[in-house]
T-cell receptor, first 111, second 112 residues
Framework: DGGITQSPKYLFRKEGQNVTLSCEQNLNHDAMYWYRQDPGQGLRLIYYSQIVNDFQKGDIAEGYSVSREKKESFPLTVTSAQKNPTAFYLC??????????FGPGTRLTVL | SQQGEEDPQALSIQEGENATMNCSYKTSINNLQWYRQNSGRGLVHLILIRSNEREKHSGRLRVTLDTSKKSSSLLITASRAADTASYFCATDVWSGYSTLTFGKGTMLLVSP
């Protein structure tokens, strides 16, 4: 089945720890995106990547980092510099200018 | 910054009724997209309408776009309980890269 997967579904982090969220797609899409969603809010763009080994900051990149070493994979690291990381994180992929396909999300909670 | 703003924030209707959600945006767009999100899940793409299009249909969904008013509407006809979800509009503003800016969404509740 073609699609986009995220893992884990739930993640708990202690303050001061870095954590990495996984995002994999087998849709052969060039573009991949990371969003953050807070309760009752829309999605805010963290980072995006149009091609392998290239990525750009979105609106709220501070405290996050990404890599794009493979077309299929776009992991997001939430660093200890992110002051309020508890949120629902969504990954998406797309062909250029087309609709985005979303993963099921990872819910991160800081203890 | 929030490009799109949906209206209303919440909508409660009975099965069989039509549901209309509106989206306003601020800058010129390449296209506008509507997405649906069930509680705690990822988003599902519904319709993409390009800036040179005025109306698109997909099943029970009808989307209109008025670029002069910088607004769009999503109409769901003959609603069902399974349509209960949050609906988001997202604008694609081409600036060398294609990215989407989402509104805060309309929460739709369809009661049996």
């Amino acid at each position: 089945d073609g699609g986009i997967t995220q893992s884990p579904k739930y993640l708990f982090r202690k303050e001061g720890q870095n954590v990495t969220l996984s995002c994999e797609q087998n849709l052969n899409h060039d573009a991949m995106y990371w969003y953050r969603q807070d309760p009752g809010q829309g999605l805010r763009l963290i980072y995006y990547s149009q091609i392998v080994n290239d990525f750009q900051k979105g609106d709220i990149a501070e405290g996050y980092s990404v890599s794009r070493e493979k077309k299929e994979s776009f992991p997001l690291t939430v660093t200890s510099a992110q002051k309020n990381p508890t949120a629902f994180y969504l990954c998406a992929s797309a062909r250029e200018g087309g609709e985005q396909f979303f993963g099921p999300g990872t819910r991160l909670t800081v203890l | 910054s929030q490009q799109g703003e949906e209206d209303p924030q919440a909508l409660s209707i009975q099965e069989g009724e039509n549901a209309t959600m509106n989206c306003s945006y601020k800058t010129s767009i390449n296209n506008l997209q509507w997405y649906r999100q069930n509680s705690g899940r990822g988003l599902v793409h519904l319709i993409l309408i390009r800036s040179n299009e005025r109306e698109k249909h997909s099943g029970r969904l009808r989307v209109t776009l008025d670029t002069s008013k910088k607004s769009s509407s999503l109409l769901i006809t003959a609603s069902r309980a399974a349509d209960t979800a949050s609906y988001f509009c997202a604008t694609d503003v081409w600036s060398g890269y294609s990215t989407l800016t989402f509104g805060k969404g309309t929460m739709l509740l369809v009661s049996p």
